[in-house]
């Protein structure tokens, strides 16, 4: 039994020295086959599926091979987005804080992109930093590879699509100048629904930015032995005796493998289940009762995940009616990926394809959606 023992965190990403977390390896595995085949790629997934985790975890993994420079637009002020140099600055001050103090970076390319971070370079461009960047690459004893997480944070202006264009440019061309081995974007808007942020004026923008990117077909959501080879590490360290097969298919049964609802669960029954008046201690939490306090706790509380899935309900008439049918009339509808309201509402997490069907996503959304449709209503009143 460890002496620091491990919690479970649904706050940020997980960390394998601090939290219990399903074994990425393989994951990894699959992903750095891209990189090594040079893809340019986006991983788009619902709001806490793990992405930032798993980039994270990545960067570990390539580091052996790689020269990596991860970086999270979430961190680059509004303001920056709002005009092309100072968004140079901004990205440029990035990469530097990305790599601290790392000797990878070749003595005139630090120079040139703190000029740049300083403000102090004239024509401070993104024409002009990427040819920085390109000198880099072509110098760099490591390849150079770029993650970008929360890409999709503000890309409804001018200046994140000439980004895109650049990245996208210099990967094309990468046969005839140095560019990043690979581009790696995460967020939850994929290459399709890119427009769906930016205004209807301004569609023609959505262009080729995104149409190089490889499909990211990697499974995400974790799955019945992944939750066994977390709780195996738990059960390690407390001894609760719990059924850690059943319990982990019972846990897989409510939430279909979405990353944040197993820890949620993980965590009530860890912290607020075991020595409730009904669960004096660990043993009789982790059981099936347990488990379904833990999913009445979960349903009843207000968490940063069901308020961002109830705003796109308010936000979405379209969504909400197609939820409604679902839900309450027990209508089937076809799974067409390009139709807008099911593209939309698998992009969010709602829903996903079940043999040719639309099916909401997991019990708990099941349960959560309902209750939010019935709060005081009628079902009429619920869906008008």
Same mark, same amino acid.
């Given at each position: 039994?460890? /002496?620091?023992?491990?919690?479970?965190?649904?706050?940020?990403?997980?960390?394998?020295?601090?939290?219990?977390?399903?074994?990425?390896?393989?994951?990894?595995?699959?992903?750095?086959?891209?990189?090594?085949?040079?893809?340019?790629?986006?991983?788009?997934?619902?709001?806490?599926?793990? /992405?930032?985790?798993? =980039?994270?975890? &990545?960067?570990?993994?390539?580091?052996?091979?790689?020269?990596?420079?991860?970086?999270? *637009?979430?961190?680059?002020?509004?303001?920056?987005?709002?005009? #092309?140099?100072?968004?140079?600055?901004? *990205?440029?001050?990035?990469?530097?804080?990305?790599?601290?103090?790392?000797?990878?970076?070749?003595?005139?390319?630090?120079?040139?992109?703190?000029?740049?971070?300083?403000?102090?370079?004239?024509?401070?461009?993104?024409?002009?930093?990427?040819?920085? &960047?390109?000198?880099?690459? $072509?110098?760099? #004893?490591?390849?150079?590879?770029?993650?970008?997480?929360?890409?999709?944070?503000?890309?409804?202006?001018?200046?994140?699509?000439?980004?895109?264009?650049?990245?996208? $440019?210099?990967?094309?061309?990468?046969? %005839?100048?140095?560019?990043?081995?690979?581009?790696?974007?995460?967020?939850?808007?994929?290459?399709?629904?890119? /427009?769906?942020?930016?205004?209807?004026?301004?569609?023609?923008?959505?262009?080729?930015?995104?149409?190089?990117?490889?499909?990211?077909?990697?499974?995400?959501?974790?799955?019945?032995?992944?939750?066994?080879?977390?709780?195996?590490?738990?059960?390690?360290?407390? $001894?609760?005796?719990?059924?850690?097969?059943?319990?982990?298919?019972?846990?897989?049964?409510?939430?279909?493998?979405?990353?944040?609802?197993?820890?949620?669960?993980?965590?009530?029954?860890?912290?607020?289940?075991?020595?409730?008046?009904?669960?004096?201690? %660990?043993?009789?939490?982790?059981?099936? #009762?347990?488990? =379904?306090?833990?999913?009445?706790?979960?349903?009843?509380?207000?968490?940063?995940?069901?308020?961002?899935?109830?705003?796109?309900?308010?936000?979405?008439?379209?969504?909400?009616?197609?939820?409604?049918?679902?839900?309450?009339? $027990?209508?089937?509808?076809?799974?067409?990926?390009?139709?807008?309201?099911?593209?939309?509402?698998?992009?969010?997490?709602?829903?996903?394809?079940?043999?040719?069907?639309?099916?909401?996503?997991?019990?708990?959304?099941?349960?959560?959606?309902?209750?939010?449709?019935?709060?005081?209503?009628?079902?009429?009143?619920?869906?008008?």
């Amino acid at each position: 039994m460890r /002496k620091n023992r491990k919690y479970f965190n649904v706050n940020g990403d997980c960390k394998p020295g601090m939290h219990y977390m399903v074994d990425l390896t393989g994951r990894l595995g699959l992903i750095k086959a891209m990189v090594d085949a040079g893809e340019y790629f986006t991983i788009n997934r619902a709001r806490q599926f793990g /992405k930032t985790t798993t =980039l994270k975890a &990545l960067e570990r993994y390539l580091e052996d091979d790689y020269l990596v420079v991860s970086l999270d *637009f979430q961190t680059i002020s509004q303001t920056d987005f709002g005009a #092309e140099e100072l968004f140079t600055e901004a *990205f440029a001050r990035e990469i530097l804080d990305a790599l601290e103090e790392k000797t990878e970076i070749p003595p005139d390319v630090r120079e040139e992109l703190e000029e740049f971070s300083g403000g102090m370079k004239r024509r401070a461009t993104l024409s002009v930093l990427f040819r920085c &960047l390109s000198r880099w690459c $072509g110098q760099s #004893e490591k390849k150079i590879v770029m993650i970008v997480d929360e890409v999709d944070s503000t890309m409804n202006n001018q200046v994140f699509l000439d980004f895109l264009a650049m990245l996208r $440019g210099y990967y094309i061309h990468r046969d %005839k100048k140095p560019a990043f081995q690979s581009v790696i974007l995460a967020g939850v808007y994929d290459v399709k629904n890119l /427009k769906r942020k930016i205004a209807a004026e301004d569609e023609g923008k959505v262009n080729s930015p995104w149409n190089i990117a490889a499909d990211f077909l990697i499974e995400m959501s974790f799955s019945v032995e992944d939750i066994e080879g977390m709780l195996r590490e738990y059960e390690y360290d407390y $001894g609760t005796g719990m059924n850690i097969h059943d319990m982990s298919q019972m846990l897989y049964d409510y939430t279909d493998g979405y990353p944040f609802l197993i820890s949620k669960l993980c965590k009530l029954i860890d912290e607020w289940v075991a020595g409730s008046k009904d669960f004096p201690d %660990k043993r009789s939490a982790w059981t099936r #009762e347990g488990l =379904l306090d833990a999913v009445n706790c979960l349903l009843g509380e207000k968490n940063t995940l069901f308020d961002s899935l109830v705003g796109k309900l308010e936000l979405y008439p379209e969504l909400k009616e197609m939820l409604y049918l679902l839900l309450f009339q $027990g209508q089937s509808i076809l799974y067409n990926p390009d139709q807008y309201v099911i593209e939309m509402a698998e992009m969010f997490g709602f829903v996903k394809k079940d043999g040719g069907f639309v099916r909401i996503a997991n019990r708990i959304f099941e349960i959560g959606v309902k209750e939010h449709f019935l709060d005081g209503k009628t079902l009429i009143e619920a869906v008008v």
